[in-house]
């Protein structure tokens, strides 16, 4: 039996200004540690990595500060279409949920999707009406509004473009959220939730609620949640890709996300992934990523460029 337990966090990769208000930085790693500290509990109490990850997630759901679940980002109808995923490693056991807009957590439903269907992924009014017939709480789609999200759209409206939530030169950062973990019988699990990028197209569909792009566990070698351009990471099969890298070449858990940070096009952003030995890699190529890790020897970090 092992005994030691961790986990790993994000909340979101980009280009984020190092001259962000000091205040606003703080209240992120406020966030971060609110969401180490949720799935801490539930390792600490014995409880399952996949649960772990889902705590953590939800927290930064609830939290306006990601772009996931309240303050998610604007699309190209000024609406928000949500996706979210996880995978337990112990018996590769998957859902996802993808365009959902009325779901107050989607992580929620993805555990629903897993558990209480026969599929792993569910998308836009099916999606919502399956958490409704299970009981998860719904919300009108302004629910999710936040005024700095609103403004950002306007700005990536009016300049034509897509882009991910962290803009340099605005307060507008932070998004995508994920944790990792590895709990105290050596389970490993991943959970992935997120807005998409700003100004996306109606309907699109990123990364984060396809499993193997954004999202990977496996008991045998690692558990990964990925952050960025979501594209990049579909056509990487990235998640995936650090697993199939560990079991095909034999890499070790640092030598496979360098191999697989080195490939990724600069910008693109990071993932966070832990091994069956605790061992967390936290890459990115993006200027930053809001990240934390903790574990059973009382290790709470939190950090963003650094
Ligand atoms: N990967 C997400 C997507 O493409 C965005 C993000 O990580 O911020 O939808």
Redesign the pocket.
């Known amino acids: 039996m092992i005994s030691k337990y961790a986990i790993a966090i994000h909340g979101?990769?980009?280009v984020i200004s190092r001259s962000t208000d000091p205040e606003r930085i703080e209240s992120y790693k406020i966030g971060l540690t609110e969401a180490l500290q949720a799935g801490v509990l539930v390792l600490k109490s014995g409880g399952t990595a996949l649960d772990a990850t889902i705590e953590a997630v939800r927290s930064m759901e609830d939290n306006p500060l990601f772009?996931a679940g309240v303050g998610a980002v604007y699309n190209a109808d000024g609406k928000h279409e949500l996706?979210a995923s996880l995978m337990d490693g112990n018996n590769l056991k998957c859902g996802a949920v993808t365009g959902v807009k009325t779901t107050k957590n989607p992580i929620l439903l993805a555990k629903k999707v897993m558990e209480e269907s026969e599929h792993i992924l569910l998308c836009g009014d099916g999606a919502d009406k399956f958490a409704s017939l299970h009981g998860l709480e719904q919300v009108e789609n302004y629910y999710f509004d936040t005024e700095y999200r609103y403004n950002a759209w306007l700005k990536a409206k009016s300049e034509g473009k897509i882009i991910?939530?962290?803009t340099a030169d605005s307060n507008v950062s932070l998004?995508?959220v994920g944790a990792v973990a590895l709990d105290i019988k050596g389970n490993l699990a991943t959970s992935t939730s997120?807005?998409?990028?700003t100004n996306?197209k109606f309907m699109r569909i990123?990364?984060?609620p396809i499993i193997g792009a954004?999202t990977y566990a496996n008991n045998e070698t690692c558990a990964v949640s990925?952050?960025?351009?979501?594209?990049l990471?579909m056509t990487g099969c990235t998640a995936y890709d650090i697993h199939a890298k560990m079991t095909y070449l034999g890499l070790g858990l640092e030598d496979a996300a360098d191999y697989t940070i080195g490939e990724l096009p600069d910008g693109a952003?990071g993932f966070i992934a832990i091994d069956n030995n605790g061992t967390i890699v936290m890459p990115y190529n993006s200027l930053g990523m809001f990240r934390g890790k903790a574990d059973s020897s009382g290790l709470i970090e939190v950090a963003i460029w650094e």
């Open positions: 979101g990769a980009g772009n996706d991910l939530d962290h998004g995508t997120t807005g998409g990028m996306k990123g990364d984060t954004g990925c952050t960025g351009i979501g594209e990471f952003g």
